[in-house]
């Protein structure tokens, strides 16, 4: 409900339901930062300075997919009360070639129709730079790289 809707409320005039759009109903906010449910630290990032920590994630990163580690100051499409766009995630955020080749595929999976663009800091410590095989992307890259090397193998079998 709207500041608009209350004001209206107050006087006792209600939306005409008919003139609201009816895609808005449908399409969720999309984030660009995949949601990552990992919470544990590691060992050699607990004591770090926030100003290093870019720095040592990517001496520490183990993934084949080379992530790239950056600051991300994500604004969103709302705006706040003061007119200025409202911030959709700010911090450290990764992206990589994984994350742009199958973001969207994982994206339409969870009910979005906007790709995942980056990963967050939690998500780069436990797949970037400790086991990849927890990465969801990863292992749909993975996948794919398997299928295809089977395929170029029954080709070249043939």
């Known amino acids: ?6 004001i209206l409320g107050l006087f006792g005039k209600k939306e005409d339901p008919a003139s609201r759009s009816p895609k808005a109903d449908k399409v969720k906010a999309a984030p660009q930062v995949y949601p990552s449910t990992f919470d544990q ?3 050699w990032a607990s004591s770090l300075d ?4 870019i720095h040592t994630c990517m001496q520490h990163a183990v993934c084949k997919f080379t992530p790239h580690i950056e600051y991300k100051k994500i604004m969103s499409a709302r705006t706040g009360v003061d007119g ?3 911030p959709d995630y700010e911090g450290i ?3 990589c070639g994984a994350i742009k080749n199958f973001g969207r595929q994982l994206a339409l999976h969870d009910g979005y129709v906007q790709s995942y663009r980056y990963v967050n800091l939690s998500h780069i410590y436990a797949c970037c730079c400790d086991k990849p095989r927890k990465c969801t992307f990863y292992s749909l890259a993975t996948g ?4 295809l090397g089977k ?3 029954r080709v070249g079998g043939a």
């Open 144 to 147: 794919q790289d398997t299928d």
């Open 41 to 43: 630290i590691p060992e």
């Open 151 to 153: 395929r170029q193998r």
């Open 84 to 86: 200025n766009l409202e």
């Open 93 to 95: 955020a990764c992206d």
């Open 50 to 53: 926030q100003a290093h920590i």
């Open 1 to 6: 409900m709207g500041l608009l809707d209350g």
